[in-house]
């Protein structure tokens, strides 16, 4: 049961284009079901709920439950923009004029993303070909046996000569799945960007904005290369998402008043 002396706020998941008042069902947050729902200004609309008006910490599970109830608004609607986790208003005015001080970019992004999902796609590369690709390269070979044959002090150049060729070994593996992976998926992109990899046998990190009615095609070129790669590398591939990567709106998190 809701506190009722506890104040309350308004949270903010994501903004749609539309005018017409909608209701997304309710969301588990803060111990209670409560109502997804949408606040207007012209045709952007915040999709909101009603919360006690604090800081929420990104935990998994808050991170889950935003990302759930943004899932649940892109079944139906067409023209999603992700705000990130942790935005709270204190009133639905203030929801208002954060629409109307967001609608000149969000006049320009609609169009842009309108009937488009962002999916995820990370290579990795697998362990045992990774090492068999390193010990077919006969210029680190060679420098490996240098470095061991050496004492430690006076092997130290020839250690930081040998982190430098692994690492010139390992840019050559990513522009190989650049070339036969990532530049093969673009043609069927409206956008596309790769980020910087997440640990050392990452050889991809990119996002992809596409069209919905290209999914089924997009999801079969990417099988399609799978099949042809799963000896040499794993795929993790992610979505569909809000365009994530191609929009970049920033809000100041309000802080509650004490």
């Given amino acids: 049961m809701t506190n009722m002396s506890e104040e309350q706020g308004i949270y903010v998941f994501c903004g749609i284009q539309t005018d017409q008042e909608q209701s997304f069902g309710t969301v588990h947050f803060e111990g209670e079901d409560r109502e997804v729902y949408t606040v207007h200004y012209k ?9 006690p008006m604090k800081i929420y910490h990104p935990s998994k599970d808050n991170l889950m439950m935003h990302q759930q109830v943004l899932s649940k608004v892109m079944e139906t609607a ?21 629409a109307e001080s967001l609608y000149p970019q969000l006049e320009k992004i609609f169009p842009q993303i309108k009937g488009k999902i962002e999916v995820g796609l ?3 590369g697998k362990k045992d070909w990774l090492e068999k690709n390193i010990n077919q390269n ?14 430690e002090a006076a092997g130290y150049f020839d250690r930081i000569q040998l982190g430098e060729m692994a690492k010139n070994f390992f840019q050559a593996l990513q522009n190989d799945i650049q070339t036969d992976i990532h530049d093969a998926l673009t043609p069927l992109a409206e956008a596309d960007q790769i980020n910087d990899p997440i640990g ?10 596409i069209d919905r009615g290209k999914e089924a095609e997009f999801d079969e070129k990417v099988n399609e ?16 998402w809000p365009a994530y990567n191609f929009i970049n709106i920033k809000l100041k998190v309000e802080e509650p008043s004490t």
């Fill in 43 to 51: 045709d952007a609309a915040m999709v909101v709920t009603n919360v």
């Fill in 78 to 98: 067409d023209t999603v923009v992700p705000i990130s986790f942790g935005n709270m208003f204190h009133s639905e005015e203030d929801v208002v004029a954060l």
């Fill in 122 to 124: 990370k290579v990795v």
């Fill in 138 to 151: 006969e210029e680190v070979m060679k420098k490996k046996q240098v470095v061991h044959s050496k004492s």
């Fill in 200 to 209: 050392e046998k990452m050889l991809l990190n990119a996002a992809y904005l």
């Fill in 225 to 240: 290369l799978h099949d042809s790669w799963q000896d040499k590398v794993d795929f993790k591939y992610t979505g569909p």
